[in-house]
C-alpha cells in the first residue's frame, strides 16, 4: 500500500463534500485530476472505497473502515509536520548539557539566559558536575554534549578543545605568601594547604605538576565554595583555576598567579563521536562557541 498525505486529504474531502467537483475544488485539482487520485488509490488498497451515482457519493464498507483509520492518520500527520517545522525554526526542542561547576557558576548562565531569551520554546537541561560524570551523562545520552576536561579513557567520543584555563593560588590576605606578586612550587613546601577531591580535574592536574614534591594536606574538600571559606579563615592556602576564582571575591582573600611550574588545564566540548546533534543542542553549542571568546578575553588569550 502507497498511500500519501494529499491522497488522504482527497479521500477526507471527498467523504465531507459527497461531491466530486467540489471536493476537487477544495483540493485545488481539476476534477479530472482528483477522480484520477481517487481511483489510484482505491487501486492501491485493491478495494471500492465509495460508490457513486448521478447525484451523490457514499462511501463502501471498506470505504467506512478505511476513513477512520484515514483521519487518524492525517491528523497525526499535519501534527508530526508542525512539530518537525517547530523544530526546524527553534520553537521546540530539547538541549541537554553537563558542564564543570566552574563554568556553570560563573560563565555558562550568561549564555544560558541569552539562548533562553532567543529560543524560549526549547527546554534547556543542564547538570552541574565533575568531569568523569560528565563524560557518563554523554555516553549514556543524557547529555547531547560536556564542557568538562578530557578523561583516561574517551573511546567513542570525540572532544573539541573550547578554552585553556591558568591556574592561581589563593590565600588569606595576611599569609606571608600574599607579599609575593606570584608563586612557584617551592613556596607551597609545608605550607598548609587545601586540596580538592582526588576526583577533581583540578586535583589531577596539580598533583601531576608537582610531583614529586609532597604538599602538606591539612584538609580535603569537594566544594570550591568550601575552598573559599577555608582560606578566608585562614586554615590554609589552594590552587584554583581562572574560570574557578569568582568564588573567590572575599576582601580577606588575595589571588597570586601559579609561575612555576606552570600549569593549564583545557576545556572540552565532549560528544559522542557518530550521533549528530539535535537542531535544539547544536543551536546551543554554536552560540556557545560564539560567546568562548568573552573566556579568553577575561585569559588574556586575544
Known amino acids: 500500500m502507497n498511500v500519501s498525505v494529499r491522497d488522504l486529504r482527497a479521500f477526507i474531502a471527498l467523504v465531507e463534500r459527497r461531491n466530486f467537483t467540489r471536493a476537487a475544488e477544495d483540493c485545488y485539482l481539476s476534477q479530472s485530476a482528483f477522480s484520477a487520485l481517487i481511483q489510484n488509490l482505491e487501486t492501491s488498497l485493491g478495494t471500492r472505497l465509495f460508490t457513486r451515482s448521478t447525484r451523490r457519493v457514499e462511501l463502501t464498507a471498506a470505504g467506512q473502515v478505511f476513513n477512520d483509520s484515514a483521519k487518524r492518520l492525517l491528523t497525526e ?43 524560549p520554546g526549547i527546554t534547556t537541561e543542564i547538570w552541574d558536575t565533575l568531569s568523569d560524570e560528565c563524560l557518563a551523562l554523554v555516553r549514556s545520552g543524557r547529555a547531547d554534549f560536556a564542557l568538562c576536561a578530557a578523561g583516561a579513557e574517551m573511546a567513542g567520543l570525540s572532544a573539541e578543545p573550547l578554552c585553556t584555563d591558568a591556574f592561581f593560588v589563593v590565600m588569606h590576605k595576611d599569609h606571608p605568601l600574599a607579599r609575593k606578586k606570584s608563586i612557584v612550587a617551592g613556596d607551597l613546601a609545608n605550607q ?18 608537582i610531583r614529586p614534591m609532597s604538599i602538606n594536606g591539612v584538609v580535603e574538600v569537594a566544594h570550591l565554595a568550601s575552598v573559599a571559606s577555608l582560606v578566608a579563615n585562614q586554615v590554609g592556602i589552594s590552587v584554583i583555576p581562572f574560570l574557578a576564582l569568582f568564588q573567590f571575591g572575599s576582601p580577606d582573600i588575595v589571588v597570586r598567579p601559579l609561575r612555576e611550574p606552570k600549569i593549564t588545564r583545557t576545556i572540552y566540548v565532549v560528544m559522542q563521536r557518530d550521533k549528530p546533534l539535535s537542531i535544539a543542542a547544536d543551536s546551543l553549542l554554536t552560540l556557545l562557541k560564539k560567546r568562548r571568546s568573552r573566556i579568553r578575553s577575561e585569559l588574556g588569550m586575544d
Open 77 to 119: 500527520f499535519v501534527q508530526l509536520d508542525a512539530d518537525m517545522k517547530d523544530h526546524v525554526q527553534k520553537r521546540k526542542g530539547r538541549a541537554a548539557v553537563a558542564a564543570l561547576p566552574s563554568l556553570m557558576a560563573g560563565w555558562l548562565p550568561v549564555v544560558l539566559k541569552e539562548f533562553r531569551d532567543a529560543y
Open 192 to 209: 598548609p594547604f587545601i586540596h580538592l577531591a582526588h576526583t577533581t580535574s583540578v586535583r589531577q592536574l596539580l598533583d601531576a605538576a
